[in-house]
């Protein structure tokens, strides 16, 4: 009886290990399919297993199309995420087409040392002068096919060496467009909410502080109304650039949508990301906007700021510098505001 009850927990075993293999050979196929660029981080990995045992649970068919709306990619890869993959992959033939060539070089210098090793036991075998003179004769002529040949795999190697050049250029002129927002410069939204996760995850794993800061610009459907969206597009991009010149290296700035923006601030305790945003408030306040009514126009900010804690998801962590931007908009804009002021509005006590 025991030994039946062994096999049969051997045979649950045996299905879960496959079933756990197959997830994770499909996770694979998923997350490294060229029709959206994916970073193959190990997080991401993690998050397409999941996606795919969720997929397989529910009875949902594993289409590409359900795997990118799960993943929250929306309906499929745009002209962008495109063009990377193709010019990556491009580099990747490359890459592939260099190795055979330096296989190739490796092969003529095996095939030439084979040709004097020939020669070499050709002169121990030399009867009289005319061995010699067609011995030099044969060794001239494989001298000559050798040199024929690393010529041609050496120009070869600078075309592929040139186009890996022109590739790599490419690659980063689009990958920058994929990942900035055009008019402003800040970075896209879309890889927002995966930073977020990792620095909270490297909060949990390390300790490492991290903390978030949302603003907008303060009345900024007036100045679009009042002046233009040309112009409001140009104190867009003025702002942005103010902001982001008063960061600090590693600090990322985010366009969140319409003129709300984020920036994360990894390895900053609520404090210190106090100071920096501070600095970029008191920045913008400086500016000033020549209007076409011969004014010049004042703009301010109003900043919301969080500090992660170990329990937060992306989600908790920008809801929070959310409502601390609001707080900030209630008291009169053109000020800061962190979870510690959020905590004291609402009766309660802030604890560091």
Known sequence: MASVIENDEL??????????????????IFATDKRYYIPLTPENYERSY???????????????????????????????????????????????????????????????????????????????????????????????????????????????????????????????????????????????????????????????????????????KDINDSYGHIFGDEVLRKVTETVKASLSNGDLLYRYGGDEFCVLLPGRRLNDALDVMNRALSNVEKLSFPTDKGKLLKVSISIGLAEAVKKDTPKDLLLRADECLYLAKRSGRGNIKTERDLKLSLGGKFVE
């Not at 649970?57 to 962008?80: A, H, M, Q, Y």
């Not at 990958?175 to 879309?190: K, M, P, V, Y």
């Open 50 to 220: 999941r996606i795919v045992e969720s997929l397989k649970e529910r009875g949902v068919s594993l289409t590409w199309e359900n795997f990118i709306k799960e993943w929250g990619l929306g309906s499929g890869p745009s002209d962008k995420e495109t063009v990377l993959a193709e010019a990556s992959a491009k580099l990747y033939a490359v890459a592939e087409g260099l190795a055979t060539q330096a296989d190739q070089l490796h092969g003529v210098g095996k095939d030439f040392g084979s040709t004097i090793e020939i020669f070499v036991d050709g002169i121990r075998e030399i009867k009289d002068r005319r061995d010699v003179i067609s011995l030099i004769r044969d060794l001239l002529q494989e001298v000559a096919e050798a040199h024929r040949k690393v010529d041609e795999l050496t120009r070869e190697l600078e075309e592929s060496k040139q186009q890996i050049k022109d590739l790599k250029q490419e690659l980063r002129r689009v990958q920058t467009e994929a990942l900035t927002d055009r008019l402003t410069g800040a970075l896209n939204r879309g890889s927002l909410e995966m930073m977020v996760l990792l620095n909270i995850k490297k909060k949990k794993a390390e300790g490492v502080p991290f903390s978030v800061a949302i603003y907008d610009i303060d009345n900024f």
């Open 11 to 28: 045979e649950k075993r045996r299905k879960e290990i496959e079933r756990i293999s197959e997830t994770a050979r499909l996770a694979l």
